[in-house]
């Protein structure tokens, strides 16, 4: 959908900020949400982390504005430099996008962006809550990584498949909308000039 540079970096940051918050969300209230009340003896998560002064990255307690600002920041980053361009590559190799119907061409970019973003993005999650306090131990810190993916990647492919997406493209369309009637006028022209 979008058509230059410009449309892909605002389409790459609805997708984030969408995206980190909904990430920061599940890792803290889904995966972790019971842990947290359980050490603090809270009744809520977000009185869970109230009580423990934050949420633990880079070796110290965080405030969650500061969590999901690191994450964006990385996440933003690596969707503009990595995920975005080849993700597109990857759907490209598999179905031509003038003649694969628009849904099907979406979808498999989607896949394709989800199977990059999501081992990578759980990478630096696993560097960004490692555990420093006991020391640093390889092993660890792909043993971590490897639980990230199983955790974050169910959540990352449906919830971007039948959520995230539909809605930046939503969203998309309303921001460039005379950007995208004007596309359509030119291809009914040169659909009538042949």
Known sequence: MPRNQFQRMIFALI??????????FY?????????????????????????????????????IWAV???????????ECLMGSPLSFKLACKNFNPQETHPVIFES???????GLMCPAMSFLA???????????????LLANWLKLVCFNFPFAFFSQLFFIQPLVRTV???LFQRDLKARACEQRKEEVCF
Do not use: W
């Open 15 to 24: 997708t984030v900020v969408i995206t980190v918050h909904a990430y920061v």
């Open 27 to 63: 890792s803290l209230y889904v995966i972790n949400g019971a842990t947290l009340i359980e050490v603090n003896g809270a009744d809520s998560v977000l009185h869970a982390i109230q009580a423990q002064g934050g949420v633990y990255m880079f070796g110290r307690m965080l405030p």
């Open 68 to 78: 999901i600002l690191v994450e964006f920041c990385f996440a933003y980053g690596l």
């Open 108 to 114: 498999a970019i989607i896949c394709a962006t989800v």
């Open 126 to 140: 696993a560097c960004f809550y490692y555990l420093y306090y006991s020391g640093f131990h390889l092993a660890t």
């Open 172 to 174: 998309f369309k309303f």
